[in-house]
């Protein structure tokens, strides 16, 4: 049996319907999920496969493509063809190893060099073809959040805060955490890659040139340090290539004080002496020095020097466990209604004070309604469009924590810009989209295309809160709610509307907004059987 990876808290095992098959090839009982995490760093790509077993997630496959998407950021900041073609190639073989997954068991997710590159909306749909699969572009934050995931896992159990410290190739991730739990979570615009392309673009390295990169990665701690140290830990860990690469350089040339294992400060000074009189890490004579880094560690080692002074760390130890075992475990997380959104949900609606009784009427008939509309979910699709319309039902309010006028506007906003840890940039825009379009003109909303399912969810969270005005709580009448052709039509009770008029000329309003469209909807009144 192969290893676990990492001490885990016990997670149940995912449920029968998401693997394969009941047998393998062979005809023996498979008991085991196979899941897997895609990275798309600004420095490699990497695969991860596992497996569920006795609660625990064991790895089964790795691989990693250097692509260093990064150094083909052009000063524009869009992403040249050479990168995207090599992007494009590692991804394609990472596809044929995941071929025959089940959509819901691939987790991909893309970091800095996408979160900055101007073109990646015109690549993503190229990357999505090549994989196979969905491939999110995360936040700085959410990044942090699962570096933190993964690297814990990784690690013995304990119960003091670490300190989790990730350079990446295009950016650097700080997070301060007591067990599974992060507190403190930061991503800086620095990385191997791009330190190295910025102050190193020869590979040549002196002294003036260290020097300006770590005075550079000083400037962005700067920014974070103090409340870092007022907050505090007990044990700072490096995780990634990155740390990896200068712990090996460390240890197997015993730079470190007492040969003891991780990163010191007494070892770093000694790596950067060692660096400086050779001039170049290719001249760098020293057991452990692997080619993929070779092009990148001078950057890397400036800013872990730059870490180590600002954070006033003497040690640092190392885990194997970063952002794609992270992934993993968020992965497997969803599959048992663990999911981080919704947590991130219930947290925003305390954060801006949404009134939950309200929002829970909102939600209940909006959800009716699209179970009207499209039946019960039985498709990975129609599963998320409930998750969705249920987000948005809970948020749909929550811009009015800054305004009443135009709260939808500021609802959008907060969506679109915060940090919410579990959600990709993509599942941001589209909560915001149904937000922004819950109440007011409907011609506003524009490049959706008339067959997204956004318009039947648009449809049931505006009746819904149209419906919900009074915030009475009095049971609304019976209704159903159904296609017809390039629209929608919704049956009431005999007779309610009369005595609803302020309602009624709403749902009149609400017609003509739909009409404008060229989705019409039909407000029509019959004996329905009483709404339970």
């Known amino acids: 049996m192969p290893a676990p990876a990492g ?12 693997c394969h098959d009941d ?25 991860q496969v596992g497996r569920v077993l006795d609660d625990q997630i064991y790895p089964l496959d790795a691989i990693k493509e250097p692509v260093r998407l990064a150094s083909g950021l052009t000063a524009e ?32 997710v893309a970091t800095n060099a996408l979160r900055v590159a101007k073109n990646a909306m015109d690549f993503l749909p190229l990357a999505e073809r090549a994989l196979g699969f969905p491939i999110e572009i995360i936040a700085g934050r959410e990044e942090a959040r699962l570096i933190y995931l993964g690297a814990i896992h990784s690690l013995p159990s304990a119960q003091h805060k670490r300190l989790v410290v990730d350079i990446g190739g295009g950016s650097t991730e700080f997070i301060i955490g007591r067990r599974i739990e992060p507190q403190l979570m930061e991503s800086l615009f620095m990385g191997c890659v791009s330190y190295t392309l910025r102050f190193f673009p020869e590979g040549r390295v002196d002294r003036k040139r260290l020097r300006e990169a770590q005075m550079a990665a000083a400037s962005e701690i700067q920014n974070i340090a103090h409340e870092y140290r007022r907050h505090g830990w007990r044990e700072a860990v490096g995780s990634s290539g990155t740390a990896r690469a200068i712990a090996d350089l460390l240890e197997l040339n015993k730079l470190n004080p007492g040969n003891v294992a991780g990163l010191t400060r007494e070892g770093l000074d000694h790596l950067q002496s060692l660096l400086l009189k050779a001039g170049s890490v290719p001249d760098l004579n020293l057991a452990g020095l692997r080619a993929d880094r070779i092009p990148v560690l ?9 870490v180590f002074d600002e954070l006033e760390l003497e040690r640092m130890t190392y885990s194997d466990g970063a952002l794609r075992l992270g992934v993993l475990y968020d992965l497997l997380g969803r599959f048992h209604h663990h999911d981080m959104r919704d947590v991130t949900v219930a947290q925003f609606m305390r954060r801006y004070q949404v009134d939950a009784r309200q929002a829970e009427r909102v939600e209940r008939t909006a959800l009716r309604m699209l179970a009207q509309i499209d039946g019960p979910p ?25 305004a009443h006028s135009s709260y939808h506007k500021h609802g959008a906003y907060i969506l679109t810009f915060a940090d919410m840890p579990g959600f990709s940039k993509k599942d941001q825009a589209r909560l915001a989209l149904l937000v922004f379009g819950h109440r007011g003109k409907l011609d506003k909303i524009t490049g959706l295309p008339p067959a997204d399912s956004n318009w039947r969810l648009l449809l049931a969270l505006r009746l819904a809160v149209l419906l919900h005005r009074p915030r009475d709580g009095v049971p609304l009448p019976a209704y159903r709610v159904r296609m017809q052709g390039d629209g929608f039509v919704l049956e009431l009770q005999s007779d309610w509307l009369g005595a609803h008029p302020l309602t009624a000329v709403a749902l009149e309003e609400e017609a003509a907004a739909w009409m404008r469209i060229g989705k019409p909807l039909r407000i029509k009144q019959r004996n329905l059987a009483t709404d339970g």
């Open 298 to 306: 001078p950057g890397g080692i400036a800013i872990m020097s730059a």
């Open 77 to 108: 900041k869009f992403l040249d063809q050479s990168s995207q073609q090599r992007a494009l190639q590692a991804l394609s073989r990472f596809g044929e190893r995941l071929r025959g997954f089940a959509p819901e068991a691939v987790r991909a």
């Open 378 to 402: 039985d498709t990975l699709e129609q599963e998320a469009d409930v998750h969705f319309l249920t987000w948005a039902a809970k948020l749909h309010e929550v811009g009015i924590s800054v």
């Open 7 to 18: 001490k885990a808290a016990p997670v149940p095992m995912i449920e029968s319907r998401h």
């Open 23 to 47: 047998h393998d090839e062979g005809g023996e009982p498979v008991g085991y999920e196979l899941i897997a995490a895609v990275d798309l760093g600004s420095n490699s790509f990497r695969l």
